[in-house]
């Protein structure tokens, strides 16, 4: 994912399919049109030598929001596989990306 910083606007690149469907997961989480637009608030400390991961928390979600899952779907026909238990499964192109284990399936490169 490139991420580019121009003043007060940050823009998210995906530089790859699994990373696209993970930035639209975002995006609906984030700006769903109704209600009121949220924001991500940094959690933690960012040490890039220690840990690559940043971490951060979507405020203003209300209790049904956190337990909405948006349905993001396949960009072609792939495979997809689970992080966490190595499963696998295979979608065709417009078909739902599930969640497996609590997370969005990624898409196999």
């Avoid at 992080?83 to 490169?109: Q, S, W, Y």
Wanted: proline residues 7%; aromatic residues 8%; hydrophobic residues 35%.
């Amino acid at each position: 994912m490139k991420i580019r910083i121009d003043k007060d606007i940050v823009e998210f690149t995906p530089e790859h399919p699994a990373e696209t469907v993970e930035l639209e997961a975002l995006w609906i989480k984030l700006g769903n049109c109704i209600g009121n637009t949220k924001s991500l608030q940094p959690i933690g400390v960012y040490n890039p030598t220690e840990n690559k991961t940043a971490t951060f928390h979507i405020e203003g979600l209300e209790e049904q929001e956190k337990s909405f899952v948006p349905v993001v779907r396949a960009p072609y026909d792939t495979d997809l596989y689970c992080v966490t238990c190595n499963k696998t499964l295979h979608v065709k192109a417009g078909e739902p990306i599930p969640f497996c284990c609590g997370r969005l399936m990624e898409i196999l490169d």
